[in-house]
Protein backbone atom coordinates (compact mmCIF):
# COMPACT_ATOMS: atom_id res chain seq x y z
CA UNK A 1 0.00 0.00 0.00
CA UNK A 2 1.75 3.04 -0.76
CA UNK A 3 2.11 5.84 1.68
CA UNK A 4 -0.38 8.35 -0.48
CA UNK A 5 -2.63 7.80 -2.87
CA UNK A 6 -4.09 9.49 -5.60
CA UNK A 7 -6.42 8.59 -9.14
CA UNK A 8 -4.13 9.58 -11.39
CA UNK A 9 -6.71 10.51 -13.78
CA UNK A 10 -7.53 12.71 -16.04
CA UNK A 11 -10.40 13.71 -14.31
CA UNK A 12 -12.65 15.71 -17.09
CA UNK A 13 -14.95 18.35 -15.85
CA UNK A 14 -16.82 20.70 -17.69
CA UNK A 15 -16.54 24.66 -17.12
CA UNK A 16 -17.96 25.78 -14.14
CA UNK A 17 -18.80 22.31 -12.39
CA UNK A 18 -17.27 21.30 -9.54
CA UNK A 19 -13.89 19.09 -9.21
CA UNK A 20 -13.63 16.85 -6.82
CA UNK A 21 -10.05 15.31 -6.01
CA UNK A 22 -9.46 12.67 -3.57
CA UNK A 23 -6.28 11.44 -1.27
CA UNK A 24 -5.84 8.90 0.76
CA UNK A 25 -2.93 8.36 3.19
CA UNK A 26 -1.42 5.25 5.37
CA UNK A 27 -0.29 6.79 8.23
CA UNK A 28 -2.43 7.67 10.71
CA UNK A 29 -0.26 9.57 13.05
CA UNK A 30 -0.24 12.66 9.75
CA UNK A 31 -0.96 15.61 11.34
CA UNK A 32 -0.84 18.13 7.78
CA UNK A 33 -2.15 18.02 4.80
CA UNK A 34 -1.20 19.83 1.80
CA UNK A 35 -2.61 20.41 -2.05
CA UNK A 36 -0.48 21.93 -4.22
CA UNK A 37 -1.51 22.96 -8.21
CA UNK A 38 1.58 21.62 -10.82
CA UNK A 39 0.71 23.06 -14.25
CA UNK A 40 2.76 21.31 -16.96
CA UNK A 41 6.56 21.85 -17.00
CA UNK A 42 6.43 24.08 -14.15
CA UNK A 43 6.81 23.43 -9.81
CA UNK A 44 3.98 22.47 -7.49
CA UNK A 45 2.66 25.61 -5.98
CA UNK A 46 0.83 25.42 -2.78
CA UNK A 47 -2.81 26.23 -2.88
CA UNK A 48 -4.37 24.72 0.50
CA UNK A 49 -3.34 23.11 4.06
CA UNK A 50 -5.26 21.94 6.80
CA UNK A 51 -4.60 20.54 9.71
CA UNK A 52 -8.03 19.70 11.75
CA UNK A 53 -10.99 17.82 10.82
CA UNK A 54 -13.80 19.54 8.78
CA UNK A 55 -13.66 22.06 5.97
CA UNK A 56 -11.04 24.92 5.24
CA UNK A 57 -12.54 27.00 2.28
CA UNK A 58 -10.75 29.41 0.77
CA UNK A 59 -11.63 31.25 -2.54
CA UNK A 60 -13.37 28.37 -4.85
CA UNK A 61 -11.05 26.02 -2.67
CA UNK A 62 -12.21 23.89 -0.21
CA UNK A 63 -10.70 21.00 1.43
CA UNK A 64 -12.08 18.52 3.70
CA UNK A 65 -10.03 16.22 6.29
CA UNK A 66 -10.99 13.04 7.84
CA UNK A 67 -8.93 12.02 9.84
CA UNK A 68 -10.71 9.07 10.99
CA UNK A 69 -11.06 7.62 7.61
CA UNK A 70 -7.75 8.62 6.68
CA UNK A 71 -8.91 10.91 3.42
CA UNK A 72 -8.39 14.30 2.25
CA UNK A 73 -10.17 15.91 -0.78
CA UNK A 74 -10.02 18.93 -2.36
CA UNK A 75 -13.09 20.89 -3.75
CA UNK A 76 -13.10 22.65 -6.71
CA UNK A 77 -16.30 25.49 -7.45
CA UNK A 78 -16.31 26.98 -10.78
CA UNK A 79 -14.16 24.81 -12.44
CA UNK A 80 -12.68 27.12 -15.19
CA UNK A 81 -10.04 26.00 -17.94
CA UNK A 82 -7.46 27.99 -16.15
CA UNK A 83 -7.70 25.18 -13.38
CA UNK A 84 -6.33 22.70 -15.72
CA UNK A 85 -3.54 21.14 -14.01
CA UNK A 86 -2.15 18.27 -11.77
CA UNK A 87 -2.68 18.69 -8.04
CA UNK A 88 -0.43 16.86 -5.81
CA UNK A 89 -1.61 15.86 -2.32
CA UNK A 90 1.08 15.80 0.02
CA UNK A 91 0.80 14.25 3.96
CA UNK A 92 3.15 15.23 6.41
CA UNK A 93 3.92 11.76 8.64
CA UNK A 94 6.22 10.76 11.06
CA UNK A 95 9.54 12.59 10.16
CA UNK A 96 8.97 13.54 6.45
CA UNK A 97 6.57 14.88 3.89
CA UNK A 98 5.26 12.33 1.64
CA UNK A 99 3.70 12.75 -1.92
CA UNK A 100 1.30 11.64 -3.89
CA UNK A 101 1.67 11.28 -7.73
CA UNK A 102 -0.89 13.56 -8.43
CA UNK A 103 -4.34 13.63 -10.33
CA UNK A 104 -4.59 15.40 -13.48
CA UNK A 105 -7.71 18.11 -14.03
CA UNK A 106 -8.90 18.65 -17.38
CA UNK A 107 -12.01 21.70 -17.40
CA UNK A 108 -13.58 21.37 -20.30
CA UNK A 109 -14.52 24.96 -21.86
CA UNK B 1 6.17 34.27 -4.74
CA UNK B 2 9.01 32.50 -2.50
CA UNK B 3 12.27 33.95 -3.23
CA UNK B 4 13.73 30.47 -4.60
CA UNK B 5 16.07 29.81 -7.55
CA UNK B 6 17.81 27.07 -8.79
CA UNK B 7 20.40 26.96 -11.27
CA UNK B 8 20.98 25.77 -14.06
CA UNK B 9 17.69 25.40 -15.09
CA UNK B 10 18.77 22.75 -17.54
CA UNK B 11 21.94 20.40 -18.20
CA UNK B 12 22.30 17.85 -20.20
CA UNK B 13 25.76 15.71 -18.85
CA UNK B 14 27.51 12.31 -19.70
CA UNK B 15 27.16 9.30 -17.96
CA UNK B 16 30.24 9.61 -15.33
CA UNK B 17 30.83 12.98 -14.65
CA UNK B 18 30.13 15.30 -11.82
CA UNK B 19 27.19 17.69 -11.38
CA UNK B 20 26.33 20.25 -9.04
CA UNK B 21 22.86 21.72 -8.50
CA UNK B 22 22.16 25.09 -6.88
CA UNK B 23 18.98 26.10 -4.68
CA UNK B 24 19.22 29.33 -3.85
CA UNK B 25 17.06 31.49 -1.06
CA UNK B 26 15.89 34.78 0.25
CA UNK B 27 13.29 33.77 2.78
CA UNK B 28 15.86 32.81 5.64
CA UNK B 29 14.12 29.46 6.23
CA UNK B 30 15.56 26.75 8.15
CA UNK B 31 14.85 24.30 6.20
CA UNK B 32 15.67 23.13 2.61
CA UNK B 33 15.29 19.78 0.32
CA UNK B 34 15.83 18.16 -2.75
CA UNK B 35 13.43 15.98 -4.40
CA UNK B 36 13.53 14.93 -7.57
CA UNK B 37 9.98 14.40 -10.46
CA UNK B 38 9.83 11.32 -12.32
CA UNK B 39 6.22 9.94 -14.04
CA UNK B 40 4.53 7.64 -11.74
CA UNK B 41 6.58 7.98 -9.02
CA UNK B 42 5.73 11.66 -8.25
CA UNK B 43 7.94 13.92 -5.93
CA UNK B 44 10.52 12.16 -4.02
CA UNK B 45 12.59 13.30 -1.38
CA UNK B 46 16.67 12.84 -1.94
CA UNK B 47 17.87 15.18 1.23
CA UNK B 48 17.16 17.69 3.29
CA UNK B 49 18.91 20.51 5.47
CA UNK B 50 17.42 21.36 9.08
CA UNK B 51 20.00 24.54 9.38
CA UNK B 52 23.85 25.11 8.26
CA UNK B 53 25.83 21.79 7.96
CA UNK B 54 23.05 19.74 9.19
CA UNK B 55 21.67 17.59 6.61
CA UNK B 56 20.16 13.97 6.39
CA UNK B 57 19.30 11.51 3.50
CA UNK B 58 15.90 10.68 1.98
CA UNK B 59 14.27 8.07 0.44
CA UNK B 60 16.78 8.21 -2.83
CA UNK B 61 19.66 9.67 -1.40
CA UNK B 62 22.22 6.53 -2.93
CA UNK B 63 24.39 8.51 -5.89
CA UNK B 64 23.76 12.05 -4.18
CA UNK B 65 25.37 14.34 -2.10
CA UNK B 66 24.33 17.64 -0.41
CA UNK B 67 26.47 20.60 1.29
CA UNK B 68 24.73 23.49 3.21
CA UNK B 69 27.76 26.03 3.93
CA UNK B 70 24.98 29.16 4.70
CA UNK B 71 21.69 29.93 5.22
CA UNK B 72 20.51 30.99 1.71
CA UNK B 73 22.25 27.88 -0.27
CA UNK B 74 21.71 23.84 -0.33
CA UNK B 75 23.90 22.10 -3.40
CA UNK B 76 23.11 18.68 -4.48
CA UNK B 77 25.92 17.03 -6.13
CA UNK B 78 25.70 13.37 -8.50
CA UNK B 79 29.43 12.06 -8.12
CA UNK B 80 29.48 10.31 -10.90
CA UNK B 81 25.86 10.79 -12.91
CA UNK B 82 23.93 7.61 -14.62
CA UNK B 83 21.39 7.78 -17.01
CA UNK B 84 18.92 6.95 -13.94
CA UNK B 85 19.40 10.16 -12.66
CA UNK B 86 17.42 11.81 -15.65
CA UNK B 87 15.17 13.69 -14.08
CA UNK B 88 13.58 17.02 -12.96
CA UNK B 89 14.99 18.27 -9.48
CA UNK B 90 13.44 20.69 -7.20
CA UNK B 91 14.58 22.85 -4.33
CA UNK B 92 12.16 23.41 -1.39
CA UNK B 93 12.13 25.22 1.40
CA UNK B 94 9.87 25.64 4.35
CA UNK B 95 9.78 28.11 7.82
CA UNK B 96 9.48 24.71 10.07
CA UNK B 97 9.09 20.76 9.90
CA UNK B 98 6.28 21.61 12.33
CA UNK B 99 2.80 22.77 11.82
CA UNK B 100 1.95 25.19 11.72
CA UNK B 101 4.45 26.79 9.63
CA UNK B 102 5.87 23.47 7.77
CA UNK B 103 4.10 24.39 4.16
CA UNK B 104 6.91 23.75 1.54
CA UNK B 105 7.14 25.94 -1.41
CA UNK B 106 8.73 25.21 -4.51
CA UNK B 107 12.11 26.50 -6.66
CA UNK B 108 11.43 26.46 -10.52
CA UNK B 109 13.09 23.28 -10.84
CA UNK B 110 16.54 22.12 -12.73
CA UNK B 111 15.88 19.75 -16.15
CA UNK B 112 18.72 16.99 -15.98
CA UNK B 113 19.54 14.96 -18.57
CA UNK B 114 22.38 12.16 -18.66
CA UNK B 115 23.16 10.82 -21.62
Known amino acids: QKEVEQNSGPLSVPEGAIASLNCTYS??????FFWYRQYSGKSPELIMFIYSNGDKEDGRFTAQLNKASQYVSLLIRDSQPSDSATYLC?????????FGIGTKLQVIP | DAGITQSPRHKVTETGTPVTLRCHQTENHRYMYWYRQDPGHGLRLIHY???????DKGEVSDGYSVSRSKTEDFLLTLESATSSQTSVYFC??????????????FGPGTRLTVL
Open chain 1, 90 to 98: AVRGYQKVT
Open chain 2, 92 to 105: AISESDRAPYNEQF
Open chain 2, 49 to 55: SYGVKDT
Open chain 1, 27 to 32: DRGSQS
